[in-house]
T-cell receptor, first 114, second 114 residues
């Protein structure tokens, strides 16, 4: 039972390069989320997808785009990476968008932009 | 905007001592969730509290939700080295325009010394 799978686990980018972070869940969850985690800042929501076919901005969407490819997959794209995007990125999923569901997180992608 | 604050930011204890982390919201929450993140790991869902004044226990962990549903606490009795990690609260806020939002606190990092 894999849960939420993120790839890659580590990545180093040069400023201005682009890349896509992949996320897939096998729990038949409806909602998926992308967070970034920086020291002392907790977890901040970048984008989320309440259900297949919908995406919405979170707290810190600038510099990112997302695609909900199907019910299982939710990708995060950095079009032109900046050093401020150095962070740990977590994908998460939940059964629904209601207030009764815990989130299941992936193991994270540690991204460094130089 | 809505904020969920946690104190303390760090806590060092001797093994066997108790530990408490507190979570406070500027607005009323529909529910609150608690997560644990081991060093180098990802957040793992622990529990959810929904009712005003609710108290739940998981072995040595006791979770409380305040009467006004604006604060919560996690208490660990007789800490062990396996308790090391960062504990996050996450408050669920129902938005006036519809939908809902899970806001994570900044976390309390617990270190346990032998």
């Amino acid at each position: 039972n894999a849960g939420v799978t993120q790839t890659p686990k580590f990545q180093v980018l040069k400023t201005g390069q682009s890349m896509t972070l992949q996320c897939a869940q096998d729990m038949n969850h409806n909602s998926m989320y992308w967070y970034r985690q920086d020291p002392g800042m907790g977890l901040r929501l970048i984008y989320y997808s309440a259900s297949e076919g919908t995406t919405d901005k979170g707290e810190v969407p600038n510099g990112y785009n997302v695609s909900r490819l199907n019910k299982r997959e939710f990708s995060l794209r950095l079009e032109s990476a900046a050093p401020s995007q150095t962070s740990v990125y977590f994908c998460a999923s939940s059964k629904g968008q209601g207030a009764n569901y815990g989130y299941t997180f992936g193991s994270g992608t540690r991204l460094t932009v130089v | 905007g809505q904020q969920v604050m946690q104190i303390p930011q760090y806590q060092h204890v001797q093994e066997g001592e108790d530990f408490t982390t507190y979570c406070n919201s500027s607005t009323t929450l529909s529910n609150i969730q608690w997560y644990k993140q081991r060093p180098g790991g990802h957040p793992v869902f622990l529990i959810q509290l929904v009712k005003s004044g609710e108290v739940k226990k998981q072995k040595r962990l006791t979770f409380q939700f305040g009467e006004a549903k604006k604060n919560s606490s996690l208490h660990i009795t007789a800490t062990q080295t396996t308790d090391v990690g960062t504990y996050f609260c996450a408050g669920y806020l129902i938005l006036t325009g519809g939908g809902n939002k899970l806001t994570f606190g900044t976390g309390t990092q617990l270190k346990v010394e032998l």
